[in-house]
Structures are given as structure tokens and as C-alpha cells.
């Protein structure tokens, strides 16, 4: 079963816009990850944030996470044609039997 | 050199066959995962090791064996290949993070049609 939903499912946007994407989940969560898949390939670690945070850079990406709400949201600033891929939340529980839990992913799409 | 690697990339099969899938990992790492991904959704974990002595099931472990033959080797098998296995499969290992998340790092995926 999916912990994580991403929305949209599916973003268009022009190069050099901003691009927003969220991730709901239902159980507690230790950590919460964002991986980035381009068509066919394998995925890539982008960022990971603690429970504990709530707000987190790396380059262009800006992720915030609101336990509360159960929900985390990945940014992208100044969009650019290479940054079309699918994007997943990922989340973990912690503990001894560590593993990662996947949403459906946004597929975001950057218009030269 | 990939650190992870799969092979086969791609593979035609049909109902019932026996079908292996490898993957291999220069990076030292104790954990491996095999996972599937279906058109439009995520990933589904279908068994994971800790290290050689220890597999787990994953959400999807049925109709799937997997054996740990050494730190740097996970395999997937599908003992008879039906259609609805047909999928892109992914590899990926992680260090264990000594009680923190940790990161995995992905192979590039086998895609597999079993008609």
C-alpha cells in the first residue's frame, strides 16, 4: 500500500517558473525523502527531511514538511527543461526494520 | 562505473518461464531492495535484505524469490512468469545510516514483458 499521495499527478510549467509539488501521508513518519526518476531510469535521491525540521534548501529545491498535517511540499525554483521528471515522496517510520514507502509521483513537465 | 548495476536491462519472456534478475553494487553497501514500478504508479517493495543472512518480504513478495549470494549481489526471480508480472524492476542498496534514514541509491531497472 502507498504511505505517500504526491499532487498533482501531473504539472506543466515554462522554463523558469516555479514548481510546486505536495505529498500526503497517513502514518507517523521518521523521515520523508523526495527522489527525482527521469523516464525509464532509475530514481535519485534529492533531499531528505527529519521530523524534526521543517524546512530544509539544496540548490534550487526548497522541501517544508508540516507533521501536523501530514503532508510535505518540494519546490523548484526557476524551472528549466532538464528538471522534467517524475518526483516521489518517499517516507520511512524508523526502527530496526527500516524501509521506504513510495507515492505515485507528480510528473512535472518544463516548457523550453 | 555504475554503482549499481542490473542486468539483464530489458527482457522478453513468456507465461511461465523461469526468469532471474541480477544486480550487483560497488558500494559497499549492507542493505539491498528489490522493488517493481507499474505504469503511473510507484514503487512496491517486494523483498529487501539487511545483509546476506537476513531477506524480508515486502508488500508484493508473491510469485517472487530472491537470494543474497554476497554483500554486493541481490538477485530477483520469478519461478513461472505470468503477464500481470510484466514491469520496469529496480534495484537499489542503502548503508543503514546507524539508526538514521538513509538514502538509496537506485540501479537503472530491468524492464520485463512476459507475454
Known amino acids: 500500500s502507498q504511505q505517500g499521495e504526491e499532487d498533482p499527478q501531473a504539472l506543466s510549467i515554462q522554463e523558469g517558473e516555479n514548481a510546486t509539488m505536495n505529498c500526503s501521508y497517513k502514518t507517523s513518519i521518521n523521515n520523508l525523502q523526495w527522489y527525482r526518476q527521469n523516464s525509464g531510469r532509475g530514481l535519485v535521491h534529492l533531499i531528505l527531511?527529519?521530523?524534526?525540521?521543517r524546512e530544509k534548501h539544496s540548490g534550487r529545491l526548497r522541501v517544508t514538511l508540516d507533521t501536523s498535517k501530514k503532508s510535505s511540499s518540494l519546490l523548484i525554483t526557476a524551472s528549466r527543461a532538464a528538471d522534467t521528471a517524475s518526483y516521489f515522496c518517499a517516507t520511512d517510520a524508523g526502527g530496526s526494520n527500516y524501509k521506504l514507502t513510495f507515492g505515485k509521483g507528480t510528473l512535472l513537465t518544463v516548457n523550453p | 562505473d555504475a554503482d549499481v548495476t542490473q542486468t539483464p536491462r530489458n527482457r522478453i519472456t513468456k507465461t511461465g518461464k523461469r526468469i532471474m534478475l541480477e544486480c550487483s553494487q560497488t558500494?559497499?553497501?549492507?542493505?539491498m531492495y528489490w522493488y517493481r514500478q507499474d505504469p503511473g504508479l510507484g514503487l512496491q517493495l517486494i523483498y529487501y535484505?539487511?545483509?546476506?543472512?537476513?531477506?524480508n518480504k515486502g508488500e508484493i513478495s508473491d510469485g517472487y524469490s530472491v537470494s543474497r549470494q554476497a554483500q554486493a549481489k541481490f538477485s530477483l526471480s520469478l519461478e513461472s512468469a505470468i503477464p500481470n508480472q510484466t514491469a520496469l524492476y529496480f534495484c537499489a542498496t542503502s548503508d543503514g545510516g546507524q539508526g538514521e534514514s538513509d538514502t538509496q541509491y537506485f540501479g537503472p531497472g530491468t524492464r520485463l514483458t512476459v507475454l
Open positions: 558500494k559497499g553497501h549492507d542493505r
Open positions: 535484505s539487511f545483509d546476506v543472512k537476513d531477506i
Open positions: 527531511i527529519r521530523s524534526n525540521e
